[in-house]
Nanobody, 128 residues
Framework: QVQLVESGGGSVQAGGSLRLSCAASGLGYSSRYMAWFRQAPVLERVGVAAVSIGTGGGTTYYADSVKGRFTISQDNTKNTVYLQMNSLKPEDTAVYYC???????????????????WGQGTQVTVSS
């Protein structure tokens, strides 16, 4: 059974930082993308950052809205993906979801179409 568990969310003032973690289990040995999505009230769930894992992995992708402020990274030995969020803005407030992509499938890494496994989400609130 595949399980993705997010942690690290919370409340922070504008300009502050948070680090989210996603612990994955049951995915097996596959090349795939891992990503962070977020969903704010009214808006749809959108891709924030993604990283390729497996053979030749390590390439990262970012939404323009977070480029230069957020960093996605991975610890393959722990099957864990992180999202370091710096210089947070009120518009970053959302529920953040960890996602695991379909194995051996290529495409735009920030597209929801690539992902079949999702965590339950963790709330990030940035106050002004």
């Amino acid at each position: 059974q595949v399980q993705l568990v997010e942690s690290g969310g919370g409340s922070v003032q504008a300009g502050g930082s948070l680090r989210l973690s996603c612990a994955a289990s049951g995915l097996g040995y596959s090349s795939r993308y891992m990503a962070w999505f977020r969903q704010a009230p009214v808006l749809e769930r959108v891709g924030v950052a993604a990283v390729s894992i497996g053979t030749g992995g390590g390439t990262t992708y970012y939404a323009d809205s977070v480029k230069g402020r957020f960093t996605i990274s991975q610890d393959n030995t722990k099957n864990t993906v992180y999202l370091q969020m710096n210089s947070l803005k009120p518009e970053d407030t959302a529920v953040y979801y960890c996602a695991a992509g379909r194995p051996y499938v290529s495409g735009w890494p920030l597209s929801r179409q690539l992902y079949s496994y999702w965590g339950q989400g963790t709330q990030v609130t940035v106050s002004s």
